[in-house]
């Protein structure tokens, strides 16, 4: 039989790991509105959801970071950034859409529909729109929530062993399923680094490498993009219908995430509240159920409205022939295609 002193050991061993389990919850102080009008059983003054960081902090709270003496972290700035930043980018998404897939729908006609390209782009394509509505708003939106995914893992390292190097490492060899350091991957937060690949290789063959190669992309247009569906057919169908697809899917239920109409998928199915754990029962199952339809039928309509020209008229343009055709010959080949 062991000792009693290995046996203090190893439940004192325990007893520290287990400890790091606990979010600490410090003790708050009355409100200072209390002896001026106000007594104990009021209620306490309103504060905004806690959720992405917004909550209003006194003094120097623990796991924030608070900036210029606001009482806001990081998050609440980060936060902000991602969501401000879709509306110049909803801007730019419009006009393209209208661009590259409605106008050649009613035109049937990929020279026909060039016209109109050309005139668009003196809103979204000048020296002064195209940082404002196109490059600044990706970047911020993109470096926002990656720094919300960093800072987020920085506050569990702090709450779980950060601050005692080895804890959790001692923690997760006792415990496996203990709890991750990385926060939670959402299929809005998935489809949108998925969404961020296709974005970035569709801005660089019709913008970046053309300016990279002739110094303008002046003679980029939808023939271009028919072009390269009649040469090289593989690539171009898995790249333009992911980028619809991921696309349509991430900012449909993104807007729909900030307008607080994007119910969860598992309350339904599992019939629990994530937050109360509440068993649901039939009609808000149903409501929720109805909600979530909802969204996915516009995320579906938003696809096919991107798909009903660009992949039913421009891929279908044919390949451009002379010396614009050995042009653009010359860019894919750059591109290793």
Not at 42 to 61: A, L
Not at 141 to 147: C, D, L, Q
Not at 186 to 201: C, E
Not at 261 to 284: C, F, H, I, M, Y
């Amino acid at each position: 039989m062991e000792s009693d002193e290995a046996l203090a050991r190893r439940a004192s061993r325990h007893t520290v790991i287990s400890l790091q389990q606990l979010d600490p919850s410090p003790i708050e102080s009355p409100s200072p509105a209390i002896g001026k009008g106000k007594q104990l059983g009021d209620d306490p003054p309103s504060t905004e959801d806690s959720n992405d960081g917004s909550s209003i902090r006194t003094g120097g709270s623990a796991g924030s970071l608070g900036l210029s003496g606001t009482g806001r972290g990081a998050i609440f700035y980060l936060t902000r950034i991602q969501k401000y930043s879709t509306y110049a980018i909803s801007i730019f998404t419009s006009l393209h859409i209208a661009n590259v897939s409605l106008i050649p729908a009613v035109t049937q006609s990929v020279p026909g529909s060039e016209t109109y390209l050309l005139m668009t782009r003196e809103i979204y394509q000048t020296t002064l729109t195209e940082p404002l509505l196109v490059a600044l708003p990706a970047i911020a939106h993109i470096g926002s929530g990656v720094g919300l995914r960093l800072l987020r893992r920085w506050q569990n390292m702090k709450r779980y062993g950060g601050g005692m190097p080895g804890i959790y490492a001692l923690q997760k060899s006792h415990n496996p399923t203990a709890t991750s350091l990385w926060p939670p991957m959402s299929y809005i937060s998935i489809s949108g680094y998925v969404f961020t690949v296709f974005y970035t290789a569709h801005a660089f063959m019709n913008r970046g490498l053309p300016l990279v190669v002739d110094g303008d992309s002046s003679n980029i247009g939808l023939a271009y993009v028919a072009h390269g569906f009649a040469r090289h057919p593989v690539v171009s169908w898995v790249a333009y219908v992911g980028l619809i697809a991921v696309g349509s899917s991430h900012m449909i239920w993104g807007a729909a995430k900030w307008l607080g109409q994007a119910p969860s998928t598992r309350a339904w199915v599992q019939g629990r509240d994530e937050k109360s754990n509440a068993v649901l029962d039939r009609k808000t199952k149903k409501q929720r159920r109805r909600k979530w339809m909802g969204v996915q039928g516009l995320a579906l309509t938003t696809a096919a409205l991107w798909a009903v020209g660009g992949l039913g008229v421009v891929a279908r343009g044919g390949a451009t022939e002379g010396w614009i055709g050995k042009v653009y010959d010359d860019l894919f080949a750059r591109a290793g295609l």
